[in-house]
């Protein structure tokens, strides 16, 4: 039997075992930062495969599928984290725990990276290299659980020549997988302003300065940053999702506290987008007689999937689930903290189809009745098992 044969009968086999990895994972989510359980687990199967996990970055854990004597490491990565929403799926497998939720498929990506350990561990002998696993904490949160495992040398001893990154797509059927090579996900900055003016009666606006006026201002015109300032033929943008100004119908409020982010697909672009953010914000709020108090929390840069990397892979991918179930996926402005790892070394990140619209499985990722076809736990484990055999033999 060939390794390709090989890894897709392990693959089906296992699936079942995949499968309750992922409830369990679903039913016991964990916030970023906080995967302490999550890891816990993650490390207890990877010992029973006979893998040696090694904790790093508090709660991420790193592991090594040594094959017979080679020169090259391949990584691939998974994240843990959940996500502060309450679930309203009704599962069997439901969150139980109130206000959290793997609303991302972080599950599913921490029991399939599970599922390709197994497998590989149990190949080990067929093929010749390192296998690198990396589960990390924190991709939903800033500064990104990425940046603390490459600062703590996830990527290290040994550096691998690339890796691989997977992730639910639910806009993609089930038993589909998507690609993109070069530019694919954005940078992501949170910016936070704190509209300061003077309290007072609603009915005797001349003796307040009002700070609603002025945030109200001050977000119509940072629109313009991204209107007038940003090339049309560079996406990018401004988005401001919260608004909090503690007055009611007859008293202004002192303060008007706001909260966004700002995306972009260009370093340049994202440094000097922000500085106009910071004077703009500072400028109107001055002139209107108020002040503005800006803090930017700089977050993940964006995400270049190199190109002859991904395209090994894709093809990797046609061999293993047929040219007719690989797809194009387009440019987004989302982003994701695989990013760091795609500044150090060649990385590429593909999407794996969850959505089964007869089942009613179309919920998007991050709402509350996300749920996934846990048939793509058939094809994740062994799709990645044979597109990490297919980079080590180049």
């Given at each position: 039997?060939s390794?390709?044969n090989?890894?897709?009968?392990?693959?089906?086999?296992?699936?079942?075992?995949?499968?309750?990895?992922?409830?369990?994972?679903?039913?016991?989510?964990?916030?970023?930062?906080?995967?302490?359980?999550?890891?816990a687990?993650?490390?207890?199967?990877?010992?029973?495969?006979?893998?040696?996990?090694v904790?790093?970055?508090?709660?991420?854990?790193?592991?090594l599928?040594?094959?017979?004597?080679?020169?090259?490491?391949?990584?691939?990565?998974?994240?843990?984290?959940?996500?502060?929403?309450?679930?309203?799926?009704?599962?069997a497998?439901?969150?139980?725990?109130?206000?959290?939720m793997?609303?991302?498929?972080?599950?599913?990506?921490?029991?399939?990276?599970?599922?390709?350990?197994?497998?590989?561990?149990?190949?080990?002998?067929?093929?010749?290299?390192?296998?690198?696993?990396?589960?990390?904490?924190?991709?939903?949160?800033?500064?990104?659980?990425?940046?603390?495992?490459?600062?703590?040398?996830?990527?290290?001893?040994?550096?691998?020549?690339?890796?691989?990154?997977?992730?639910?797509?639910?806009?993609?059927?089930?038993?589909?997988?998507?690609?993109?090579?070069?530019?694919?996900?954005?940078?992501?900055?949170?910016?936070?302003?704190?509209?300061?003016?003077?309290g007072?009666?609603?009915?005797?606006?001349?003796?307040?300065?009002?700070?609603?006026?002025?945030?109200?201002?001050?977000?119509?015109?940072?629109?313009?940053?991204?209107?007038?300032?940003?090339?049309?033929?560079?996406?990018?943008?401004?988005?401001?999702?919260?608004?909090?100004?503690?007055?009611?119908?007859?008293?202004?409020?002192?303060?008007?506290?706001?909260?966004?982010?700002?995306?972009?697909?260009?370093?340049?672009w994202?440094?000097?987008?922000?500085?106009?953010?910071?004077?703009?914000a500072?400028?109107?709020?001055?002139?209107?007689?108020?002040?503005?108090?800006?803090?930017?929390?700089?977050?993940?840069?964006?995400?270049?999937?190199n190109?002859?990397?991904?395209?090994?892979?894709?093809?990797?991918?046609?061999?293993?689930?047929g040219k007719e179930?690989?797809?194009?996926?387009?440019?987004?402005?989302?982003?994701?903290?695989?990013?760091?790892y795609?500044?150090?070394?060649?990385?590429?990140?593909?999407?794996l189809?969850?959505?089964?619209?007869?089942?009613?499985?179309?919920?998007y990722?991050h709402?509350?009745t996300?749920?996934?076809?846990?048939?793509?736990?058939?094809?994740?484990?062994?799709?990645?098992?044979?597109?990490?055999?297919?980079?080590?033999?180049?």
């Open positions: 039997m390794t390709l090989k890894i897709k009968s392990l693959s089906e086999i296992i699936h079942p075992e995949v499968v309750q990895w992922r409830r369990h994972l679903h039913a016991n989510p964990e916030l970023s930062y906080q995967e302490f359980n999550t890891a687990f993650v490390a207890t199967q990877l010992k029973s495969f006979g893998l040696d996990p904790p790093i970055a508090t709660t991420g854990l790193v592991a599928i040594q094959g017979k004597p080679g020169k090259n490491t391949i990584a691939l990565r998974a994240d843990m984290d959940a996500l502060p929403i309450e679930e309203k799926n009704k599962v497998y439901k969150s139980t725990t109130p206000g959290v793997h609303a991302c498929g972080h599950d599913v990506h921490t029991a399939s990276l599970l599922g390709t350990a197994r497998i590989l561990s149990q190949l080990k002998n067929e093929f010749e290299g390192t296998v690198k696993l990396i589960f990390q904490p924190g991709e939903e949160k800033n500064p990104g659980g990425a940046s603390y495992m490459i600062k703590e040398g996830a990527l290290q001893n040994p550096t691998p020549a690339s890796i691989i990154g997977q992730h639910v797509m639910p806009l993609v059927p089930v038993g589909k997988v998507g690609f993109r090579e070069g530019m694919y996900m954005a940078s992501s900055d949170e910016i936070y302003l704190k509209v300061i003016g003077k007072g009666h609603g009915a005797a606006p001349e003796l307040a300065i009002d700070p609603v006026v002025i945030a109200s201002h001050i977000i119509i015109a940072l629109q313009q940053v991204i209107s007038r300032n940003a090339s049309p033929k560079q996406p990018t943008v401004l988005t401001f999702g919260r608004i909090v100004g503690e007055g009611a119908t007859n008293i202004i409020p002192n303060e008007v506290n706001i909260a966004g982010t700002f995306r972009a697909l260009n370093e340049q994202r440094k000097e987008g922000l500085e106009k953010i910071e004077k703009m500072k400028g109107i709020a001055e002139s209107m007689g108020g002040k503005c108090e800006v803090t930017i929390s700089h977050g993940y840069p964006y995400l270049e999937n190109p002859e990397l991904t395209r090994r892979i894709r093809q990797a991918a046609e061999a293993y689930v179930n690989v797809v194009d996926i387009e440019l987004t402005l989302g982003s994701e903290d695989f990013a760091y795609s500044h150090v070394v060649p990385a590429s990140f593909y999407r189809g969850t959505r089964n619209e007869a089942k009613g499985l179309t919920s990722v709402s509350p996300f749920d996934i076809d846990e048939d793509a736990l058939k094809l994740g484990p062994g799709l990645m098992a044979w597109m990490a055999l297919t980079e080590l033999s180049n």
